[in-house]
């Protein structure tokens, strides 16, 4: 054991240092406060809402979407040139 690694009295690793600073890993707090602000936001968003007009982004959408379907063209074409089917 390379001591990266604790555990608990039950053996169940629940640490690991070489991902301890990494945003939103190294306590459950961020993750817990991310997922509130993520239901408030799903609770009051419709209610500040309420007075806007809604946006027209049905042509946007449709570029962003004819986007991605040319990126995934070219990255399946790109895949099987070099995949192992050759």
Request: glycine content about 6%; aromatic content about 16%.
């Amino acid at each position: 054991d390379g001591g990266d690694k604790l555990k608990s009295r039950t053996g169940a690793v629940y640490l690991d240092i070489k991902t301890d600073p990494w945003l939103l890993v190294y306590s459950p707090l961020p993750v817990t406060l991310l997922f509130t602000l993520y239901l408030l936001f799903v609770a009051l968003g419709p209610r500040l809402m309420r007075k806007w007009e809604p946006l027209r982004l049905k042509g946007l959408l449709t570029a962003y979407n004819l986007t991605l379907v040319a990126l995934s063209i070219y990255m399946f074409c790109d895949w099987d040139m070099f995949s192992f089917c050759h």
